[in-house]
């Protein structure tokens, strides 16, 4: 055997390295895509549980000034700005998209909080997924 004897080497050829990137872009796809479905869960999550803590306040605000329930819907910001229930009033006015919930008076003066974005969402979930089966059924 000779001391000198030249080592084939193996080079990693285009197609490999493009196999390589495209399995790559297909993982980043992959997650990016349930990232996104998180994201859109956790901000639906903190809507409706800034729905019904917006919701407690005012009820308990009415239980002890009941001659407001006619400007409920003009001054619930206020209502939820004074309450010694709530640390960042800020965020608490608005939904998990940064917008501000609508505080209406519905029928029977029941209160109605509601945020359009968080209504869209519900519409949609679930929609697109391979395993719901969105058909008709008569």
Do not use: C, P
Not at 85 to 106: A, M, P
């Amino acid at each position: 055997m000779r001391k000198n004897q030249l080592k084939k080497r193996r080079f990693i050829t285009l197609v490999e390295m493009m196999i390589v990137m495209f399995l790559i872009a297909m993982i980043t796809g992959v997650i990016a895509y349930n990232y996104t479905g998180s994201l859109e869960e956790g901000k639906a999550f903190k809507t409706k549980a800034g729905i019904e803590k917006i919701h407690t306040i005012l009820d308990l605000y009415l239980a002890t000034h009941s001659e407001d329930r006619d400007n409920i819907a003009a001054n619930w910001r206020t209502i939820v700005e004074n309450s010694q229930l709530v640390k960042n009033s800020k965020e608490l006015i608005k939904d998990g998209w940064g917008v501000e919930y609508q505080v209406t008076e519905g029928k029977d003066h029941e209160i109605e909080i509601k945020s359009d974005k968080y209504d869209r969402y519900q519409a949609t979930k679930g929609k697109g997924s391979l395993f719901n089966d969105n058909k008709d059924k008569e």
